[in-house]
């Protein structure tokens, strides 16, 4: 079976600091990783993905991600932390087998704090 | 582009009230929708997944008699959560998967929060 670890619920850093959120996942299948985003009282929104190819993957208000297979990790990472950047992160995996319909698969969630 | 439309976004209602949450999407057709339910605090939980023209996949421990899924359209699906209790207070999100595009992620609803008294 499938799963997702977050290490860490919360994450404080300082404004212009590195922002790494850890993601470690299993799967018996080359997985496609997701990293999503959520702010107070709304839906996820999608920040990257991987699916196959190139292993840093680069998303949306200047996060990246690197898939390592050997380490079975997909951190999450922002040179320059932004106050706005202040929300709740998932890592999700699916199999990304058509017929299984793409089930995903979260984790636990890991809470970003920026402070000025 | 792959707007995903849920509502209503937030409901209070009686124990025992049925409620019907709707999920559209905007600008494309779904085959595939998904329903989670998350608790505060915590992490999304997959509930059910709904084809159209078919009946919904549920997730093992998900009452099928209690919330009703119906995926009627390309672009609609609805969760009725039936005779509600304030144990079935929680943040419902739905998304949904493009026509076709087997290896894309999938659009996000908004959210709806419900809260029985």
């Known amino acids: 079976a499938q799963s997702v670890t977050q290490l860490g619920s919360h994450v404080s850093v300082s404004e212009g600091a590195l922002v790494l959120l850890r993601c470690n996942y299993s799967?018996?299948?080359?997985?496609?990783l997701f990293w999503y985003v959520q702010y107070p009282n709304q839906g996820l929104q999608l920040l990257l993905k991987y699916t196959t190819g190139a292993t840093l993957v680069k998303g949306i208000n200047g996060f990246e991600a690197e898939f390592k297979k050997s380490e079975t990790s997909f951190h999450l990472t922002k040179p320059s932390a932004h106050m706005s950047d202040a929300a709740e992160y998932f890592c999700?995996?699916?199999?990304?087998?058509?017929?299984?319909?793409?089930?995903?698969?979260f984790g636990q969630g890991t809470e970003l704090s920026v402070k000025p | 582009g792959a707007v995903v439309s849920q509502h209503p976004s937030w409901v209070i209602c009686k124990s025992g009230t049925s409620v019907k949450i709707e999920c559209r999407s905007l600008d494309f057709q779904a085959t595939t929708m998904f329903w989670y339910r998350q608790f505060p605090k915590q992490s999304l939980m997959l509930m059910a997944t709904?084809?159209?023209?078919?009946?919904?996949?549920?997730e093992q421990g998900v009452e099928k008699d209690k919330f009703l899924i119906n995926h009627a359209s390309l672009t609609l699906s609805t969760l009725t959560v039936t005779s509600a209790h304030p144990e079935d207070s929680s943040f419902y999100i739905c998304?949904?998967?493009?026509?076709?595009?087997?290896?894309?992620?999938?659009?996000f609803g908004d959210g709806t929060r419900l809260s029985i008294l």
């Open positions: 998304s949904a998967r493009k026509r076709d595009s087997f290896n894309q992620p999938q659009h």
């Open positions: 799967s018996s299948v080359p997985p496609y």
């Open positions: 709904s084809n159209e023209g078919s009946k919904a996949t549920y």
């Open positions: 999700a995996v699916s199999e990304g087998v058509y017929n299984q319909g793409g089930k995903l698969i």
